[in-house]
């Protein structure tokens, strides 16, 4: 199994402001991906987070507005940048340790509220 | 793209059976999987099946139709706790989630 760690938990933003969520695993993973889910919504895929290269978006995702780090194995940032009231969600870092087949480890997600 | 329908809710008796469906369409299919998701927590994995037929796993199975594009997470001897959202997924280079079936457990 896999322990995920993420930060903050939760935060209250101002508009036109940025964000940056850090994901922290517990063992070294190939496959580190970020969802965003809004409140009662189901769970889309922004990016794949690849180490040693560019992160891999999925359409309707920018990597202007939403750039990710992934610096080595065990740690990935996502930044949700020049927010704005859409941006509100839950982001999610996941992790698969067995191929995209297997389970997907879930972080406790980032709650992200835009004033 | 992939697409997935499940039912957006159920409400049961506790001891009751729940099936939840899920039909999918999509391109390179490896698998199907379901996540359980409490108010305010993480998803959670339950089952995959990446062959036609039923898994189990304890008061939970998961059936897949490979041919039929359909499958099903069935939930025996309900209890509150069962009380979520549950979505199907389907997997091919990544895992994309159905909009989720929010079960209520009653007493």
């Known amino acids: 199994s896999a322990v995920i760690s993420q930060k903050p938990s939760r935060d209250i933003c101002q508009r036109g402001t940025s964000l940056t969520i850090q994901c922290q695993v517990d063992?070294?993973?190939?496959?580190m991906f970020w969802y965003r889910q809004q409140p009662g919504q189901s769970l889309t895929l922004i990016a794949t987070?690849?180490?040693?290269?560019?992160?891999?978006?999925e359409s309707g995702f920018v990597i202007d507005k939403f750039p990710i780090s992934r610096p080595n194995l065990t740690f990935s940032t996502l930044t949700v940048s020049n927010m704005s009231p859409e941006d509100s969600s839950i982001y999610l870092c996941?992790?698969?340790?067995?191929?995209?087949?297997?389970?997907?480890?879930f972080g406790e997600g980032s709650r992200l509220t835009v004033l | 793209g992939q697409s997935l329908e499940q039912p957006s809710e159920v409400t049961a008796v506790e001891g009751a059976i729940v099936q939840i469906n899920c039909t999918y369409q999509?391109?390179?299919?490896?698998?199907l999987s379901w996540y359980q998701q409490h108010d305010g927590g993480a998803p959670t994995f339950l089952s995959y099946?990446?062959?036609?037929g039923l898994e189990e796993t304890g008061r939970f199975s998961s059936f897949l139709s490979r041919s039929d594009s359909y499958g099903y997470l069935l939930l025996q001897e309900l209890q509150m706790k069962d009380s979520a959202s549950y979505f199907c997924?389907?997997?091919?280079?990544?895992?994309?989630f159905g909009a989720g079936t929010t079960v209520t457990v009653r007493a």
């Open positions: 999509t391109s390179g299919f490896y698998g």
């Open positions: 997924a389907v997997s091919n280079y990544k895992l994309s």
């Open positions: 996941s992790v698969a340790l067995a191929g995209v087949g297997g389970e997907l480890f």
């Open positions: 099946n990446a062959l036609d």
């Open positions: 987070a690849n180490q040693g290269s560019e992160a891999t978006y």
């Open positions: 063992s070294q993973v190939t496959m």
